[in-house]
């Protein structure tokens, strides 16, 4: 039975921040905020949380080995820390856990497909260090209901999980083009994406990307359709607790050192090649000039460890992303094609 | 003189002594430990809470219930008072709460009704429809209540799509969005007839009251029911055409992709209370059957000899026995019901958790959310405790 095993795991995620605001002792056996690094040394591993699972995001393989796009960057950022991208344990989250989750010190940072939005940056009590995946919402329908575009949706039933801002976004925009609804909220996705299948709802609605995946998962991908209208922004960004600036700081810098990576045409194949690279923020960038990885309270040679298990941007979404039908689009590099992905130097 | 003659020795006041400023005297002692236990408990709390208050303040969490104000945005697909997104956070929990106590007290009703019958069924000579209850009870008090709802939701739908809609009477629909019943569209009139037939039903009690007294008195029956059907029947059906006797049944009707119109009750709701009630009604129907077989054989046969017919066994002298082992434990599974509606997260009904559960995930105050829980089923708990208490004391034998 999962769904205890989830019930369970709130109520002790609920307990456990009660607990940690209440007794000082305890919450610095969690790790006090401001040194998440420290803590993640001394226990020897990252706490890393992901999704209950979704196709090419963080989903287990059939041997359980956690794996996809944001998996990716929690072992970018284990391989940051410690050298080795393995030392990550992985807690599956809902999207209505996550922040208590991360509050309470249950996990250290949070890679799990989540919009960064004014109200989560400030009264949640966490930082969002860098925006991994520019995605927008949309909705999927079944091919057979003959419908094309998301403003043929007047009346409908709509499947959406709760507590996400998709819920806040489909109210909206349902308010602004003056259609009805019928909502169905379930917090479970494979709960909600089952009561979909089975005809419970018209429509599903969730993250763009979020539609492809599950789209890609069912027998029959061409009986459901995705609709053209994509109704919001979801900058799709990686959480840290507030307050703790350093381990922001390694977190943004790792999605950086991606980005730079692929823009230098460094990859994981070629990385040995690219160490005697002449050109000069390539040397500093993988620790053969300056200090740049000691700033961040890294090991110099950081960088070629993240990019050794990973690879760069353009791998790590081509190894997810790209067999479930999801295109670069807005996160292409902005240097090469136009794209919103861009690094600040690595100077 | 007097009628009952009264033992001196109970007006005897014990000797009273003043309070001596020592530790050998017995009630200062208690004094003083009272006061050392409720400090040590008052200091504990308010240490936990300044260390809340100061963490929240470290990591930079909002705290307070100012968020209650605010526009929640969260759309909410069953409202018993008209609800839209742009409402307050309060609302919204306020619908929460509503549609918890919908299913709650329907459950709780249902429950009550099936378990009185399966556990008299179970009683029943007749041994296919005894040993029915009996597979049954067994059944489902041993499943988990969340398996239940899960298979009850799953069942659900499993049923047509709206265009393919079961339709077995006219204007009733069945589909995987739900069953739909005609209803007549609620006008003036119609508040004013259910007010007038609750005034009834309240003057008939009074009125009941009154005859069983004046019975005792002199003897003489005094039939209720020309007085209940007037009041119950008559008086309101009178107000209701004097207001002009509205009547537009709204027919549920298909239009785009749902029904329009009529009653609606969705699957998540209609799976909730039938897994909540058929799971209880199990553990109702043992309580009934034990409360029954409380009472001794003998009571039946001593009534039989004084003439009462069995229907009067039954109502005057089983069931006031019966009802006293019955009302503790049946308190018990009222709050079961109760708590237990808040496993509709499950399946998707809003009930106050998923809302409330919702609001803290969109604000980031967990802590005022799950008090805000904590209150709801608290005061629900304790009103219900509270009226099964004063009902329990009511039909408790008076005993001398």
Known sequence: ????????????????????????????????????????????????????????????????????????????????????????????????????????????????????????????????????????????????????????????????????????????????????????????????VAAFVAGRCDAYTTDVSGLAATRSAQPKPDDYLILPEVISKEPLAVGVRQGDARFADIVRWTHYLLLSAEEFGITQANLDRMANDPRPEVQRMLGKNGELGKMLGLDNLWAVNVLKAVGNYGEVFDRSLKPIGIQRGPNALWTTTGGLQYSPPFR | MSQTTIDPRSLRAPPRRPLRLSWSDERVRAIVWQILVVGIVGAIVWWLWSNTVHNLEVRRIATGFGFLGREAGLPIAENLIPYSPTDTYFRALLIGLLNTLKVAIVGIVLATIFGTLIGIARLSKNWLLSKIAGVYI??????????????????????????????????????????????????????????????????????RRDAIRKRILDGKPRPVWPVALGCLLVLPVAIWAAAGAPWTVDWPELRGFNFRGGLNMSPEYFALLLGLTTYTAGFIAEIVRAGILAVPHGQWEAAQALGLRSGQVLKQVVLPQALRVIIPPMTSQYLNITKNSSLAVAIGYQDIVSIANTTLNQTGQAIEGIAIIMLVYLSISLSISLFMNWYNARIALVER
């Open chain 1, 1 to 192: 039975m999962p769904h205890f095993g989830l019930f369970l795991k709130r109520a002790l995620g609920m307990a456990a921040l009660g607990l940690t605001l209440a007794v000082p002792g305890l919450a610095q056996a969690q790790q006090a905020p401001a040194n998440t690094l420290d803590a993640v040394r001394a226990r020897g591993q990252l706490i890393c949380g992901v999704n209950t699972g979704l196709a090419g995001f963080a989903q287990p393989d059939s041997q359980g080995v956690w794996r996809g796009f944001d998996v990716d960057y929690c072992r970018a950022i284990s391989a940051a820390i410690f050298g080795d991208p393995n030392k990550v344990r992985y807690v599956p989250t809902t999207a209505q856990v996550r922040f208590t989750a991360l509050q309470s010190g249950e996990v250290d940072v949070l890679a799990r497909n989540t919009t960064w939005t004014l109200s989560r940056d400030t009264a949640l009590g966490l930082d969002f260090a860098a925006t991994n995946f520019y995605d927008g919402q949309g909705f999927m329908v079944k091919t057979a209901l003959g419908v094309k575009s998301a403003k043929e949706l007047e009346g409908a039933t709509i499947c959406v999980q709760p507590g996400t801002t998709t819920e806040q976004n489909l109210s909206d925009w349902a308010r602004a083009n003056r259609i009805r609804f019928t909502p169905v909220v379930i917090e479970r996705l494979e709960e909600l």
């Open chain 2, 138 to 207: 067994e059944v489902i008090r041993d499943l988990p209540l969340l398996l239940q709802l899960l298979f009850w939701y799953a069942i659900l739908q499993g049923l047509p799509g709206p265009r393919q809609a079961l339709h077995p009477v006219g204007g009733v629909f069945l589909s995987n969005r739900g069953l739909k019943l005609p209803w007549i569209e609620w006008q003036d009139a119609h508040s004013y007839a259910l007010l007038a037939f609750a005034l009834g039903a309240l003057f008939t009690w009074f009125y």
